[in-house]
């Protein structure tokens, strides 16, 4: 089963963990996820699958939206509750006014330490493997984006907000942030991710309804594939382009990826324009080609090379 999977992560279970009960219940092994969620957060997870999975980085790379709590008191060494306490802070009064003025330093564009609990690798190792062994390691400063930060409820000791913001930002450190702005220690103590690129939590299903009606819950790389503009060729075209021959193509841009489809709709991959013509980038599917289009090429495309 070649497609796209918008699971309901659910608490509890490690993005790892989700993706190993879908190898379960498709029989399959060739499986992915798109950004991992924490074991403490829940939401909308994509995970592709097959053929689907050459095109996890296009996802991976879009916006993400979250509603977060962060409890004011205390930090933790990984930095939500599960973690054990480092440190504590007497809890301060806000105005709405203060919230405001601290969120306002976090929107746009900025840098962000990686915090040690991730899956990221220093020297080759993993951050939370070093820090379930006491070690901590040097982190350097990487660029990130909030679109959007926004109060939804304050209760004295939780702030709980939506953010919209860029991939690798870390919804735990932000919480540490904002709490050290506000002037206290602060620790995540609850994460939804409401969206993840194109793939939103109203159309999320959890496991059990995939087990239920896994081709009901399939869907397919259209719409990961939408940003890039589409070109239709012939079957010979498409076929020729598969196997890496750069196929000349009127009215496209340098630079550019696209969607090469044959006339009838089938998806051949996507190539990239390079000085007139289309490359073969990430091919998923080569066209039968029937006699006659051996000795034909394209009236609109032109030539092939």
Do not use: W
């Amino acid at each position: 089963m070649d497609g796209i999977f918008n699971v309901l992560k659910p608490p509890g279970m490690t993005s790892h963990d989700v993706v190993g009960a879908l190898r379960k219940i498709l029989n399959m092994k060739k499986i992915g996820h798109a950004g991992t969620l924490d074991p403490l957060a829940a939401g909308v997870l994509p995970v592709f699958t097959g053929m689907a999975t050459r095109f996890l980085e296009y996802a991976s790379h879009e916006e993400k939206t979250y509603r977060a709590e962060l409890t004011f008191g205390f930090q933790t060494d990984t930095g939500d509750t599960e973690g054990k306490v480092v440190a504590e802070s007497p809890i301060l009064t806000l105005t709405d006014e203060e919230i405001e003025a601290a969120l306002e330093q976090f929107r746009g564009d900025g840098t962000q330490i990686p915090p040690m609990y991730s899956a990221i690798s220093v020297g080759g190792k993993k951050l939370y493997k070093l820090a379930r062994q006491g070690i901590e390691v040097e982190r350097k400063p990487r660029p990130i984006h909030i679109a959007r930060l926004e109060k939804v409820d304050y209760t004295g000791d939780t702030l709980v907000f939506d953010v919209t913001c860029s991939k690798g930002t870390f919804i735990r450190t932000l919480c540490e942030d904002i709490a050290d702005r506000l002037g206290m220690k602060g620790t995540m103590s609850f994460l939804l991710r409401r969206q993840a690129g194109v793939f939103t939590l109203e159309e999320a299903h959890t496991l059990e309804e995939i087990q239920a009606d896994p081709e009901g819950c399939c869907l397919g790389v259209d719409s990961v594939l939408a940003q890039f503009p589409e070109v239709r060729v012939n079957a010979l075209q498409g076929r020729r382009i598969a196997q890496g021959v750069a196929t000349t193509m009127p009215h496209i841009t340098d630079g550019l990826l696209y969607q090469v489809r044959t006339r009838d709709g089938l998806l051949v991959g996507l190539a990239k324009a390079v000085d007139g013509r289309l490359r073969a980038h990430k091919i998923i599917h080569i066209p039968e080609v029937e006699d006659r289009e051996n000795h034909e090429t394209d009236h609109i495309t032109g030539r092939t090379e």
